[in-house]
């Protein structure tokens, strides 16, 4: 079944800026929770708002994928260290021990 949406092929450059920016960005909101500016519910609940704003495209599966399994960490009471692993080995592309 042929794809309806554009071929926007992103360059290896373009990739790894947006998985340095997003990287950047959740090291950011880990620093927030650190400091109980931000609480996990509260973030848990505008992310899940966010999500469900995302189009349900080929283009957005990565960045839904990232902020899923974080959301679960949020949910599973992760502490900062753990979350931060689990972000960076999801932008860098998993983990072969299926973590």
């Known amino acids: 079944m042929p794809d309806n949406q554009p ?6 450059a373009e990739y790894d800026f947006v998985k340095g920016h997003i990287a950047a960005t959740m090291t950011l909101i880990h620093a927030l929770i650190d400091q109980g500016a931000v609480d996990r519910r509260s973030l848990d609940a505008f992310f899940a708002g966010f999500m469900g704003e995302l189009p349900h495209t ?10 899923d399994q974080w959301r679960q960490g949020l949910r599973d009471g992760a502490d900062d260290a753990q979350l ?3 972000l960076f080995e999801v932008v860098d592309g998993g983990t072969s021990g299926g973590v």
């Open 84 to 86: 931060m692993r689990r």
């Open 7 to 12: 071929d926007t092929h992103i360059s290896s």
């Open 58 to 67: 080929r283009q957005t599966l990565p960045l839904r994928l990232v902020l």
